[in-house]
């Protein structure tokens, strides 16, 4: 499987952005997709992730009511979005995007064995 992240930037407390991540080389069907991100000095920790039908979806406590995960594609190549709404500083870290062969997520970053380059969110006034 491979993970292609974007859509990162700068953005001012309160503004959104909507992350891409671009999966191919294996059939959607066959795989689900987490969303972490990792700020300087800290851990990587989960933020979102959605089964491999789309049925099922999780977010992080911190994140819940602001962030949304949804995806769309042809199952050749398929895209999974971070949407993110009501930015806080905290939110600011290196966010990646995660794919795991199972049909259920994990919100532990150790299940997930491949993964895109990250890209950078950057919350400050």
């Known amino acids: 499987v491979q993970l292609q992240a974007s859509g990162g930037g700068q953005v001012q407390p309160g503004g959104s952005l909507r992350l891409s991540c671009v999966t191919s080389g294996r059939p959607f069907g066959t795989f689900a997709v987490g969303w972490f991100r990792q700020a300087p000095g800290q851990e990587r920790e989960f933020v979102a992730a959605i089964t491999w039908d789309g049925g099922n979806t999780h977010s992080a406590d911190s994140v819940k009511g602001r962030f949304a995960i949804t995806m769309s594609g042809d199952n050749a190549k398929n895209t999974v979005y971070l949407q993110m709404n009501s930015l806080k500083p905290d939110d600011t870290a290196v966010y990646y995007c995660?794919?795991?062969?199972?049909?259920?997520?994990?919100?532990?970053?150790?299940?997930?064995?491949?993964w895109g380059q990250g890209t950078q969110v950057t919350v400050s006034s």
């Open positions: 995660a794919a795991r062969l199972s049909t259920y997520y994990s919100i532990r970053p150790r299940d997930y064995g491949y």
